[in-house]
């Protein structure tokens, strides 16, 4: 029987190493007891992506969840997970919810992510007890479940988020590549409803997603770019495999960086809809974000890399945005959870209320900032090396990278160095892979390769 092991993302593994419908079950049974014993009969959401077997093993979660006397119900197509989040946030008899997505994962991958009662992230107090209690058995009991519409209402929901008269006025031409994903259909036909043009590709049922990883990112966007251009429009959108996170095309075929894209629309919120409140985002993050916030007006708040950390501070409160580096924002007054589907319509009305091109809007933002260039890259060791390097990560003190002395060492997520010209590097061991990703950001290309490649070399020159 095999070990299940619980991140803060959940349960993720291949599906040609463990990831069935037997394990599935063991770890439902383990969600089930807990929810039972917190809130008896109360209700719980099933949601699922558009991944092999995906309503075959939703099916058997629920069966599980439901024999525990809990009222079940599960969405009666795929869904995207903030969907999901939105759904049970708006009931009070719902105590959580079971989402089967590995997300941005490739097709080989299936997971399974717990919800809280708000539609965030479940608690890792939650994992840990759900770990403790795994049956090594296998789960044979069966309950009774019902299917629900979860998708209508949230678009319906969304659709009263944005200024649907200029969208309208301004009837943009857009296309949007769900990835084959479970977004497929929500946010083109949404769109559609809002006046705009809409072109959806890579729109039909493939849990292959057509030899493509379901990532907004280069190269995976590469058709999306490609059917921009050949179609003349505004802009593209591209959503990953369960739609919380997105990318953004210009109208000239290049892909917008996500450190550009939150900044506008931060700018969006505060002068475009007269909303208020911090920026809370990774350290990971571009200096844009930091930036843009001062220029704002807005406080800003750094958290090291994970959404549970961008939760806890909407926990807090008065927080107008929380943003990740990969593209991941979440809004707080709609869910404190990443929603791509969102954050795709503030962009569309971003364009619309500007009436400049997305190409304009990004340039303008490097004009009015700075010029600033990310790098990420990986560096691959062996499992020792990893562990060793974990282990001196919090003794580890560079004097100075690239002749820049650092004006700030944070180890709270990793190891972290900032400079006086907003230039920072950052190297973290990855939790689920033996690697180091190293991120860097200045005011150029060269002097930040520059600074991953000595941070690098600097740290490993420590290592046993």
Request: hydrophobic share 40%.
């Amino acid at each position: 029987m095999r070990i299940i092991h619980f991140n803060n993302k959940g349960w993720r593994a291949r599906f040609d190493d463990g990831f069935d419908e037997e394990n599935l079950r063991r770890v439902a049974d383990a969600f089930a007891y807990i929810w039972a014993d917190a809130r008896p009969g109360s209700t719980i959401l099933v949601g699922y992506d558009t991944r092999y077997n995906g309503r075959v093993l939703a099916g058997a979660v629920a069966s599980v969840v439901a024999s525990y006397g809990l009222h079940v119900l599960v969405s009666d197509g795929p869904c995207p997970t903030p969907a999901l989040g939105w759904s049970i946030a708006r009931d009070t008899n719902i105590s959580g919810g079971i989402m089967l997505t590995a997300s941005s994962s490739s097709c080989e991958y299936g997971g399974i992510t717990a919800r809280a009662a708000d539609g965030g992230p479940i608690s890792d107090n939650f994992y840990d007890a759900a770990a403790r209690i795994v049956s090594s058995v296998p789960i044979t009991s069966h309950g009774k479940y019902s299917y629900v519409d979860i998708v209508a209402p949230y678009l319906e929901h969304l659709r009263s988020m944005v200024e649907e008269d200029l969208l309208r006025k301004t009837g943009l031409n857009v296309v949007v590549d769900p990835l084959h994903g479970s977004a497929r259909g929500c946010l083109a036909g949404l769109l559609k409803m809002l006046g705009c043009h809409v072109r959806e590709i890579h729109n039909d049922q493939d849990p292959d997603f057509g030899g493509l990883h379901p990532m907004p990112a280069e190269p995976w966007v590469d058709t999306c770019e490609q059917a921009v251009v050949a179609y003349s429009s505004s802009m593209g959108l591209v959503l990953d495999g369960d739609g919380d996170r997105f990318g953004v095309i210009d109208e000239k075929g290049r892909f917008v960086s996500p450190h550009k894209v939150t900044p506008l629309i931060m700018e969006h919120l505060v002068n475009g809809r007269d909303e208020q409140g911090r920026v809370v985002a990774t350290f990971s993050s571009s200096a844009y974000v930091k930036r843009q916030a001062a220029r704002l007006g807005c406080e800003f708040t750094a958290v090291p890399m994970g959404f549970n950390r961008i939760y806890r501070e909407f926990v807090e409160g008065d927080v107008l945005l929380g943003a990740e580096e990969y593209g991941g924002m979440a809004f707080p007054e709609h869910l404190p959870e990443r929603d791509g589907l969102l954050s795709s319509l503030y962009m569309v009305e971003c364009v619309a209320r500007s009436g400049k091109s997305m190409s304009e809007l990004a340039d303008n933002l490097e004009q009015e900032l700075g010029p600033m260039h990310y790098i990420r890259r990986n560096i691959q060791l062996d499992a020792a090396s990893i562990q060793a390097f974990r282990n001196i990560l919090p003794g580890l003190n560079l004097k100075s990278v690239c002749g820049k002395r650092p004006v700030s060492v944070g180890h709270s997520d990793g190891l972290v160095l900032r400079f006086a010209d907003d230039s920072w590097v950052q190297l973290r061991p990855s939790r689920t892979e033996a690697l180091v990703r190293a991120c860097a950001e200045a005011p150029s290309v060269e002097l930040a390769n520059r600074l991953a490649d000595e941070a690098c070399s600097q740290a490993l020159r420590h290592l046993p």
